[in-house]
């Protein structure tokens, strides 16, 4: 659905978007969805960042935990400490690698990828509810935002990639 020019919410003062305000908006939303998620499912025996490494897992099959470290930006040692919990719990499973059998690979089980369905499925269900609460007029304006905070994700993830070098 496109959204006009007359339907678009106006921008703050000074026709910028203020980042501290956004980044706020952005994690009350992830802590809202968190929170959503453990009452929606209070017998999720997982931690998020468990879902979030095991997601990235799922989406990247083969891979070994120094490149999910670098992936998700994490500690080589948190890494291994998600997975050694993942792989007791059933949602992963660790091989050695065919070109490198002192190499560890990584691949969702079954049971890890039904759980990251599951998790998605409550979220994507929680933001249902929620946006059929607002009226259309804020629906409208969360459409039309969705194509610039997939932007604003992609710029993200490129700084996260390669940060921004000091001048000299």
Do not use: F, K, Y
């Given at each position: 659905?496109?959204?006009?020019?007359?339907?678009?919410?106006?921008?703050?003062?000074?026709?910028?978007?203020?980042?501290?305000?956004?980044?706020?908006?952005?994690?009350?939303?992830?802590?809202?969805?968190?929170?959503?998620?453990?009452?929606?499912?209070?017998?999720?025996?997982?931690?998020?960042?468990?879902?979030?490494?095991?997601?990235?897992?799922?989406?990247?099959?083969?891979t070994r935990p120094g490149q999910l470290a670098q992936l998700l930006?994490?500690?080589?040692?948190?890494?291994?400490?998600?997975?050694?919990?993942?792989?007791?719990?059933?949602?992963?499973?660790?091989?050695?690698?065919?070109?490198?059998?002192?190499?560890?690979?990584?691949?969702?089980?079954?049971?890890?990828?039904?759980?990251?369905?599951?998790?998605?499925?409550?979220?994507?269900?929680?933001?249902?509810?929620?946006?059929s609460t607002l009226s259309s007029q804020q629906r409208r304006a969360?459409?039309?935002?969705?194509?610039?905070?997939?932007?604003?994700?992609?710029?993200?993830?490129?700084?996260a990639d390669e940060p921004p070098q000091p001048e000299r």
């Amino acid at each position: 659905m496109r959204v006009t020019a007359t339907q678009a919410p106006e921008l703050p003062a000074g026709g910028r978007v203020q980042p501290d305000g956004l980044a706020d908006g952005i994690a009350r939303l992830r802590r809202a969805l968190r929170r959503g998620a453990r009452v929606a499912d209070p017998d999720n025996p997982l931690a998020v960042a468990q879902l979030e490494l095991l997601s990235a897992v799922a989406e990247n099959p083969g891979t070994r935990p120094g490149q999910l470290a670098q992936l998700l930006h994490m500690r080589p040692n948190t890494v291994t400490t998600i997975v050694n919990a993942l792989v007791a719990h059933g949602m992963v499973s660790r091989v050695g690698a065919d070109s490198d059998r002192r190499a560890i690979e990584l691949t969702a089980t079954q049971a890890g990828r039904t759980a990251v369905d599951a998790w998605q499925a409550i979220n994507a269900d929680l933001l249902q509810i929620a946006l059929s609460t607002l009226s259309s007029q804020q629906r409208r304006a969360l459409a039309a935002a969705v194509p610039a905070l997939e932007a604003l994700a992609s710029a993200v993830d490129r700084l996260a990639d390669e940060p921004p070098q000091p001048e000299r």
